[in-house]
């Protein structure tokens, strides 16, 4: 049985800390795998490391080098992956999402870097031309449970990470934007660090403003797992697996099954997906609003998900490697971008813009903070009236 946590804490706070999320009697032996692992990926690193890298790669040169244990497990030595499924994890997991199914998108650990990189950057895990803008998401996962967890799990203290409370459901504040303008390398008057023991565990909304205060060479091994539900609510803003699929080849049989059964609900949601395109290429209004009302099926922030499939329908229009570009002809995928254009046009300001406390850093046109004055009725009607 998985500890009971307050989901009601989550939306409130943006984040939990679960105690003793790493069951004492287990840390030292998970420290243990998790070192095997490091060294295992140190050979990665320096295997693939770029032109302008030292021979260690991101090892050598990383503000925190990122270990990703799908890279370098195998089936004697997987008690990082067994980790992913644990009641406090996986379980906790499930119970905030409210959803049958929930599958990891990204298990690793962060590692403190070689040399001193100080206090990174205050942000939200967004980009505006990416996930679409703030008000949409935390609309959307505050009406309805969220379906993207993001996880820290320190193997030894660790008070790295700072965040805002309750910064996940608004924008920035004036004093807040004042602040960042200024530098976002600074502690934040409305930020407090996040202490955890060895151990501990902090489960956290992504929107949320958080900081690497310090990327120091203190040691530091901090699992990092993140989640998302499949037939909840919400179509997650973070949806697509880091895993390859050949982990499954490193896994013990247990766990491989696990993860096939993850590939049949990504194929089933992207049938999904290529179904509701097909609907709008084809101007089929019924289909369309059914396709989406099962991809999202909360009323309240629907808009929100046909914001990020319009990402979607970009990528497939611009970047040949997007893996549903293969389902549609090239003039499919033409009319289906036609068909997003006024609602892409909606979601930019005249001129590009810049807020700080985000992940993009460069001015963009692509609106930050506020949805536009733009429902599903305007998209639909837009198919066949441009405005
Ligand atoms: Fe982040």
Known sequence: MAMPVDTKELQDKGYIIVRDCVPPGQLESLRGHCEQMLERHKRWWADNRKPDEPPGGEWESGPQPRVLFDRVVDPEAAESVEFVFHE????????????????PLQFGMFCNPRTDHGPWDWHRDIRSWREGPLEGLFTDSLANPPAYTQWNIPLYDDDVL?????????????????????????????????????????????????????YSTKHRRTLQYTYRAFGGDIYPHAHSFVWQPELID????????????????ERSEL???????????????????????????????????????????????HHPREPMSNRFTDRERELLWQRFLPLDSALQADSPQLVPGFQNKEPTPYIFNEMPAFDIDDFVASWTNPP
């Not at 490193?250 to 609900?265: E, G, I, M, R, T």
């Open 271 to 317: 049938a999904l997906i290529e179904h509701i395109f097909s609907a709008i290429i084809g101007l089929d209004e019924r289909k369309f609003r059914r396709g989406l009302a099962e991809l999202h099926p909360g009323r309240e922030g629907r808009m929100t998900c046909l914001v990020l499939l319009s990402k979607r329908a970009k990528n497939i229009r």
């Open 162 to 214: 700072w965040a805002v409370p309750g910064s996940h459901r608004r924008f920035n504040t004036e004093a807040e934007n004042r602040q960042l303008s200024k530098s976002e390398h600074e502690p934040l008057d409305s930020g407090i660090p996040i202490e955890l023991k060895a151990g501990d565990g902090v489960v956290y909304l992504n929107t949320i403003l958080h900081w690497g205060s310090n």
């Open 250 to 265: 490193k896994l013990p049989a247990h766990l491989a099954v696990k993860f096939k059964h993850f590939l049949d609900l």
């Open 88 to 103: 406090n994890t996986h379980g906790i997991s499930k119970q905030l999402m409210g959803a049958e199914e929930v599958a």
